[in-house]
């Protein structure tokens, strides 16, 4: 059939519309301050077969996995055991299907249209507790995926309409939360609902023909304008090595190996040459390295358009199986988003030379996530207080480097706010604020980290976190400076400093307290040249102090 231009475009909003209803759907009924404050969550639209074709604002980290985790729900339930109306499927595999760590729950909902299936709603979550060995299903001296939390492989939470009574009974028997966790489970079916209502409605008002169609045109614009983009990159073969610095257990750093082949019709991405996966939960799988290099991809070449599965078309990735960013079962994956992170920046951080117009210097590269766990002071109950923290971007061709923004792996995220976090846990927060620790000078200066400080209300608590970037700075470009590091510091009531990087379930007393320390971003061109009212700017708002001016930017206060 022949559609015009006005009707498609219509559709395809539509899309992006109800991919928007959904994702708001789950930020009002969530149970957890890290869905409905943070966003850790994501949801999209794909066609029958598993195509993107919309999807709502949220993490970065689950870009891809929208269309991933679909395909390998399709694989899961072919024609012996058929998907049917009224099925949700549930998942959590990190080794396929998108995945990442067992903490992030994919809801998978198909559509039915007059017999025939026409999409998939589907929605990806963090919960804060899954169960495992730790408080929040997360350690970083977990060494298999069974101490991790429960595992759902691609099953059926509702079936036909109908509930799986077993399965949330052993949900619940399984996890620290349950209240809230069965409340994040219901969140994510409701909001698939709400999508898959307004999909029927839309192919009621303009025919499954016409919907079809406008969806095909969607996916090929996409396809087309990322190839455009692609092509502006110079051809070539480009490598470099970045490092994963620890793997829990102290040892490392382990090289990650990245050789980029850019030509007129594709961008691949080869790690072949990394090393083999740890023994700790600083791995990441091969599926979860493909999200990583498709968002990358889409920094660089569509970052303003919404995602479709035509936006990746043009970018290929090789990588054997069980290294560092191809791990296989059973390996420890919980702390993989470190590791999701170091593949983004190194194949931003080998492609910033070769087009520095388009991509800034380097960022606080790391979640910089803390678990605080411990018994609520008032209400006596148990709690989980899981959140990643927000740091400085490197500096671009056009400005500084943003501060307090959250690292790549997210997107539309935020922090929890102050009066949640006392509401919610045992602390109290004493601090919040950018700090000047030095680094990332340049023409344009890199965005300022952040400090985080709360002191401890329970009686006690234990502590978990890992921040890379401890050791290597941000990078600068274009004869930018590097920026500054990541790391956080326990300070006991006698005043006494402990400071950490990679840790789990350290135990805090009342009256303790935790400082969380995020980097500065990386400087973008040569310092010599910044404007010396942009540096009188930068003292007089504290962003940099008097002796860094002088020594970095040759500015004096009484200049």
């Known amino acids: 059939m022949s559609l015009n231009k006005f009707t498609s475009d219509i559709i395809q909003d539509s899309l992006i519309s109800i991919g928007e209803a959904m994702f708001e759907t789950i930020q009002r009924t969530s149970m957890s301050p890290i869905i409905y404050e943070a966003l850790d969550y994501a949801v999209g639209i794909t066609d029958g077969e598993g195509r993107l074709l919309a999807q709502g604002n949220g993490v970065i980290t689950f870009l891809a996995a929208m269309s991933l985790v679909v395909e390998e729900t399709l694989e899961r339930f072919g024609e012996d ?125 303009y025919g499954l023909e016409a919907y079809k169609q406008a969806a095909e045109e969607f996916m090929e614009y996409g396809e087309r304008i990322s190839l455009k983009e692609l092509q502006k990159i110079p051809n070539g073969v480009y490598e470099n090595t970045g490092w994963i610095e620890n793997d829990g257990f102290g040892n490392g750093p382990f090289p990650l190996k990245l050789r980029i082949t850019i030509s007129n019709e594709n961008m691949t991405c080869d790690f072949t040459g990394s090393h083999e996966q740890l023994k700790g939960p600083l791995n990441l799988s091969r599926t979860g390295l493909e999200t990583a290099v498709r968002a990358a991809f889409k920094a660089i070449t569509t970052p303003t358009l919404p995602a ?54 380097g960022h606080f590269r790391s979640v910089c996530v803390t678990y605080i766990s411990g018994i609520h002071p008032v209400t006596n109950e148990f709690y989980v207080q899981a959140e990643p923290l927000s740091g400085g971007w490197g500096g671009c061709a056009f400005h500084d480097g943003n501060r307090g923004q959250f690292s790549y792996a997210h997107g539309e995220s935020y922090n929890i706010p102050a009066e949640t976090r006392e509401r919610k846990y045992g602390v109290v927060v004493e601090e919040y604020a950018f700090h000047n620790e030095g680094g990332g000078y ?45 790391y956080f510091t326990v300070i006991r009531t006698d005043g006494t400093e402990e400071q950490y990087n990679i840790v789990t379930n350290v135990k805090l007393n009342k009256g303790d307290k935790v400082k969380l320390v995020t980097a500065t971003g990386g400087g973008y061109g040569n310092p010599k040249n910044r404007p010396l009212d942009k540096v009188k700017w930068d003292v007089k708002n504290g962003y940099i102090t008097k002796e860094q001016a002088l020594e970095h930017y040759n500015f004096s206060p009484v200049q």
């Open 308 to 361: 479709n599965n035509g936006s990746f078309k043009h970018v290929k990735l090789i990588c054997p199986e069980n290294t560092i960013v191809s791990a296989k079962s059973p390996a420890p994956i919980s702390v993989y988003y470190e590791v999701f992170l170091a593949a983004i920046d190194l194949l931003l951080r080998t492609l910033g030379p070769v087009v520095p117009e388009k991509l800034p210097a």
């Open 442 to 486: 340049g023409e344009f200066q890199g965005g300022n980290g952040q400090y985080l400080t709360f002191k401890v209300l329970s009686d006690e608590a234990f502590l978990t976190g890992a921040f890379l970037g401890y050791s290597i700075p941000t990078w600068g470009l274009n004869e930018g400076k590097e920026g500054s590091y990541n």
């Open 81 to 205: 055991n058929p998907l049917k109306e009224g099925d949700v499927i549930i998942a959590n595999t990190p080794y396929a299907g998108g995945g990442t760590h067992l903490s992030d729950i994919a809801l998978i909902t198909p559509i039915f249209y007059k017999g025939e299936r026409v999409a998939f709603t589907v929605n990806k979550a963090h919960w804060t507790d899954i169960g495992g060995t730790n408080p929040g299903s997360v350690s970083t001296v977990s060494t298999e995926i069974f101490q991790e939390g429960i595992h759902f492989p691609f099953v059926k939470v509702k079936e036909e309409g109908k509930l799986n009574q077993a399965l949330i009974k052993m949900l619940e028997a399984n996890v620290r939360l349950p209240k809230s966790t069965l409340g994040d489970l219901f969140s994510g079916i409701a909001a698939n609902d709400v999508g898959a209502e307004r999909i029927i409605k839309l192919i009621d008002k």
